[in-house]
Protein backbone atom coordinates (compact mmCIF):
# COMPACT_ATOMS: atom_id res chain seq x y z
CA UNK A 1 0.00 0.00 0.00
CA UNK A 2 2.43 2.31 1.03
CA UNK A 3 4.29 1.07 -2.24
CA UNK A 4 1.83 2.50 -4.07
CA UNK A 5 0.67 6.03 -2.25
CA UNK A 6 4.65 6.68 -2.70
CA UNK A 7 4.39 6.20 -6.49
CA UNK A 8 1.00 8.48 -6.85
CA UNK A 9 2.70 11.04 -4.98
CA UNK A 10 5.71 10.84 -7.48
CA UNK A 11 3.64 10.73 -10.56
CA UNK A 12 1.76 14.16 -8.96
CA UNK A 13 5.18 15.39 -9.05
CA UNK A 14 6.43 14.51 -12.40
CA UNK A 15 3.56 16.13 -13.73
CA UNK A 16 3.63 19.32 -11.68
CA UNK A 17 7.80 19.05 -13.32
CA UNK A 18 6.50 18.50 -16.89
CA UNK A 19 3.86 21.77 -16.44
CA UNK A 20 6.87 24.08 -14.93
CA UNK A 21 9.53 22.50 -18.17
CA UNK A 22 6.71 22.98 -20.73
CA UNK A 23 4.42 26.01 -19.81
CA UNK A 24 6.53 27.58 -16.92
CA UNK A 25 3.29 26.85 -14.25
CA UNK A 26 3.44 25.15 -10.95
CA UNK A 27 0.20 23.50 -10.52
CA UNK A 28 0.90 22.84 -6.74
CA UNK A 29 1.93 26.54 -6.04
CA UNK A 30 -1.44 27.79 -7.71
CA UNK A 31 -3.50 25.31 -6.05
CA UNK A 32 -2.09 25.76 -2.53
CA UNK A 33 -1.06 29.37 -2.34
CA UNK A 34 2.43 30.19 -3.65
CA UNK A 35 5.69 27.89 -3.65
CA UNK A 36 6.39 29.32 -0.23
CA UNK A 37 3.01 28.24 1.79
CA UNK A 38 2.92 25.83 3.85
CA UNK A 39 0.78 23.27 2.27
CA UNK A 40 3.11 23.58 -1.39
CA UNK A 41 6.12 23.10 0.90
CA UNK A 42 4.24 19.63 2.19
CA UNK A 43 3.55 18.72 -0.93
CA UNK A 44 7.16 18.80 -2.17
CA UNK A 45 8.49 17.20 0.63
CA UNK A 46 6.10 14.76 0.37
CA UNK A 47 7.00 14.26 -2.89
CA UNK A 48 10.60 14.37 -2.29
CA UNK A 49 10.01 11.46 0.37
CA UNK A 50 7.98 9.18 -2.22
CA UNK A 51 11.01 9.35 -4.50
CA UNK A 52 13.46 7.92 -1.97
CA UNK A 53 10.98 5.93 -1.19
CA UNK A 54 10.21 3.90 -4.87
CA UNK A 55 14.37 3.80 -5.15
CA UNK A 56 13.73 0.85 -3.11
CA UNK A 57 11.29 -0.58 -5.64
CA UNK A 58 14.15 -1.25 -8.26
CA UNK A 59 15.53 -4.04 -5.70
CA UNK A 60 11.80 -4.97 -4.82
CA UNK A 61 11.72 -7.85 -7.49
CA UNK A 62 15.20 -9.08 -6.91
CA UNK A 63 14.70 -9.48 -3.43
CA UNK A 64 11.16 -11.87 -4.30
CA UNK A 65 13.57 -13.56 -7.08
CA UNK A 66 15.84 -14.78 -4.05
CA UNK A 67 13.05 -15.32 -1.58
CA UNK A 68 11.91 -18.46 -3.78
CA UNK A 69 15.60 -19.58 -4.47
Do not use: P
Amino acid sequence: MLDRIALLLLIIGGINWGLIGIFQFDLVAFIFGGQAAILSRIIYVLVGISAIWCVSLFFKEQELIEAHT
